[in-house]
């Protein structure tokens, strides 16, 4: 399979804005969007909640790696990834391997300030819907992260969303992405000329 890196895949924590930035990113670049979560819950009919207490996280890593594999071959796209998608190594190196990866990084306690009052991650939940104190999710969140964020920094870009208008993240994701974009297609047509005798 081909990589295009025009084929943007938007990864972070639950929490970090990648689901409110990637539309907002890609009509800034004049791409297509899909956020992969909903995408799944509009396929299989019903809530990730629910796909989780049915089916089990790893019926979902499957259905998420397939969705993934559905827009693999896609040019100038913004796909905002679920939080854990790159857990599941299949996922990982299908998203290295064909897009690039941009990494939305927010602080901890940040995460933790914005998902307080959410219900709906049921891996940040020690016990079905039950609202955790703020200081036992903040432990949960950075004993994940911690797990997560050798592949979260294995990103072509990173960008820190903390502290910053939702407006100047998409401008300097814009400007990032665009650049990385001209940089890699240069590079791939001189290594061409190279080839040729
Ligand atoms: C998950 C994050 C969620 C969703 C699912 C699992 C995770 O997406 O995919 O609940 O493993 O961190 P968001 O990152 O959009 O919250």
Redesign the pocket.
Known sequence: MEKQHSLIFLT?????G??SIGPLLANSLGYNFID??SAIEEQEGKT??RI?AEEG?RA?RKL?QAMIATIAERKEMVA??????L?HTPTFELISTTGTLVYLKSDPKNLAKRLFHKT?????RSSGTEKPDREALERNIYA?LEKRSPRYESAAITVYTDQKRIGSTVEELTRKIERFVRKQSSIEQNDQHKDRP
């Not at 709906?120 to 940040?124: A, T, V």
């Open positions: 972070g924590f639950s929490g970090s990648k689901s992969i979560d990730i909640t989780f996280e979902f998420e905002s990834l679920g939080g854990g998608a857990e709906d991650r049921p891996l940040l994940i």
